[in-house]
């Protein structure tokens, strides 16, 4: 139970920043209408509302996490409920859509609480607008929320080579733990560093995780998934990767050099390159076994 606490209190602290971040609703540019102060306003009335769980969006193709909870704030997302998102540029306006996606959702841990994912593409920096309609579970509501698109992401930008970072490796199960806080770690993961894995010619993944340090809790799913796929990807490198610099003390996380090279908002991170080095896919927080085998099969 302390994992499903630390999920809610993860989502939790993600609605209060979405709160935050959006409640000025005041003037944008020249072209917003005063719709947009609609979708600024604190969430009342309603069985459920949504929060924003990615912590960069950004000019470009994003992977845009959204979780789900109740009036009583407690997660709800489910397969048994849908969700589906309208966009608005509130810099031009606030009563044209300029996107609509459905939303897909995937476990966090199964069957307690999860995330809706979609892959959405924004083409200007500033405020943006999001009508979330939310249908099933007794539920049918539709709701307005405000978020801040960037123009750059803090993480490798996707189609450049990442930095090629001298991350520790280990040939025995002694080494490995000294490196890794995983209980029951796979050795092909620490055989290569970032760097030799981005100069091989083959596919390479890269997991920044910490099963015992993680702030949201999602560290260990997470690298148990991509445990789970490189099982059936034995010509691609898989790097896993510390944040955190070990021995560590919980109080006083100091992050590692790689995490600081690759400008880590957050933890885990799930980064994925072609055969040349190129970043071709990134992964916040959860990624399911079926993006990231669906993301390899296109090498």
């Known amino acids: 139970m302390k994992l499903i606490?630390?999920?809610?209190?993860?989502?939790?602290?993600?609605?209060c920043a979405s709160s935050e971040g959006s409640g000025d609703g005041g003037d944008s540019g020249p072209g917003a209408d005063k719709g947009a102060a609609a979708f600024s306003q604190p969430f009342t009335d309603v069985k459920a509302y949504p929060v924003f769980a990615s912590s960069e969006i950004v000019i470009g193709q994003n992977r845009f996490l959204v979780g789900l909870l109740d009036d009583h704030d407690a997660p709800i997302g489910s397969p048994k409920i849908d969700m589906d998102i309208t966009f608005f540029d509130l810099d031009e306006s606030a009563a044209e859509?300029?996107?609509?996606?459905g939303m897909r959702f995937i476990w966090i841990d199964k069957p307690y609480v999860g995330l809706y994912e979609a892959q959405v593409s924004f083409d200007e920096a500033g405020k943006w607008g999001a009508e979330v309609s939310i249908r099933g579970g007794g539920i049918d509501e539709k709701v307005k929320a405000g978020f801040e698109v960037r123009k750059k992401p803090s993480t490798p930008v996707l189609g450049q080579r990442p930095p090629a970072s001298d991350s520790p490796t280990a040939s025995?199960?002694?080494e490995i733990k000294k490196i890794s806080t995983d209980n029951d770690p796979t050795p092909r993961f620490y055989e290569l560093s970032i760097a030799q894995a981005l100069k091989s010619g083959s596919p390479s993944v890269v997991?920044?995780?910490?099963?015992?340090f993680c702030s949201s809790q999602t560290c260990g799913p997470t690298l148990d998934v991509v445990e789970g796929v490189a099982a059936k990807w034995p010509g691609v490198n898989f790097v896993h990767v510390e944040p955190y610099q070990?021995?560590?003390d919980a109080g006083n996380l100091e992050p590692v050099s790689a995490a600081l090279d690759w400008g880590l908002p957050t933890e885990p991170w799930v980064f994925v390159m072609d055969p040349s080095g190129r970043l071709q896919?990134?992964?916040?927080?959860?990624?399911s076994a079926r993006e990231l085998n669906q993301t390899l099969r296109s090498f």
Not at 97 to 101: A, D, E, K, N, S
Not at 207 to 212: E, I, L, N
Request: hydrophobic share 55%; charged share 10%.
């Open 207 to 212: 997991v920044f995780a910490t099963p015992k």
């Open 246 to 248: 070990l021995p560590a």
């Open 172 to 174: 025995s199960a002694a």
């Open 5 to 15: 606490a630390s999920l809610i209190c993860a989502l939790m602290m993600a609605a």
């Open 97 to 101: 859509p300029v996107g609509h996606t």
């Open 281 to 287: 896919a990134k992964y916040e927080g959860i990624v």
